[in-house]
């Protein structure tokens, strides 16, 4: 039962355009929600996240979206930049302040092109 | 942020041995985490390392197949038992942030074939 699903296993953007990763959840206990970002032959990095509370956070280029009432969040990435390759994972937790119930999805591979 | 170092970095073993996968942090931690990731799977958690008491381990891990050790709050070890194909997986240390939220900070992985 995978409860946090990201469909897009992987996407192709042109530097300087917008890239968008989709997250879906099923579980609406879920109230904190995360990005990572993972290179290969390395560990994920936190990227951004937004509590269930809010609907939009935004750090630089990077703006989480989330649509409680359809499970849905998104990652923008504005503009995309040949570093930003990588692969994205979604989390989700339903213990806040707790990080020991994170749920991954799948990842969607990035790939930046000149 | 938390400096995790995990070792070996990546490793090729025979079917039926065993492997113990190292994880040391720059600070003082009360739980580690480790996370399996299978080839076009999520990370999916194995087990919490707490320091003094046994680790807890999720639905579908065992501790006989995966023993942790905690000896101390700055390091974990990961041992994968009796190993099989199916245990060819990323393995990763992680420890959450001392800020009290859910965010995780992971090693670089141990990359895992077992042949």
């Known amino acids: 039962d995978q409860q946090v699903k990201q469909n897009s296993p992987s996407l192709s953007v042109q530097e300087g355009r917008i890239s968008i990763l989709n997250c879906d959840y099923t579980n609406s206990m879920f109230d904190y929600f995360l990005w990572y970002k993972k290179y290969p032959a390395e560990g994920p990095t936190f990227l951004i996240s937004i509590s269930s509370i809010k609907d939009k956070n935004e750090d630089g280029r990077f703006t989480v979206f989330l649509n409680k009432s359809a499970k849905h969040l998104s990652l923008h990435i504005v503009p995309s930049q040949p570093g930003d390759s990588a692969v994205y994972f979604c989390a989700a937790s339903g213990n806040t302040g707790t990080a020991s119930k994170l749920t991954f999805g799948t990842g969607t591979r990035l790939q930046v092109t000149l | 942020s938390a400096v995790i170092s995990q070792k070996p970095s990546r490793d090729i073993c025979q079917r039926g041995t065993s492997l113990t996968i190292q994880c040391q942090v720059d600070s003082q931690v009360t739980m580690m985490f480790w996370y399996r990731q299978q080839p076009g799977q999520s990370l999916t958690l194995i087990a919490t390392?707490?320091?003094?008491?046994?680790?807890?381990?999720e639905s579908g891990f065992v501790i006989d197949k995966f023993p942790i050790s905690r000896p101390n709050l700055t390091f974990s070890t990961l041992t994968v038992s009796n190993m099989s194909p199916e245990d060819s997986s990323i393995y990763l240390c992680?420890?959450?942030?001392?800020?009290?939220?859910?965010?995780?900070?992971f090693g670089s992985g141990t990359q895992l074939s077992v042949l």
């Open positions: 390392a707490n320091q003094g008491s046994e680790a807890t381990y």
């Open positions: 992680s420890v959450a942030d001392s800020g009290g939220n859910e965010k995780l900070f």
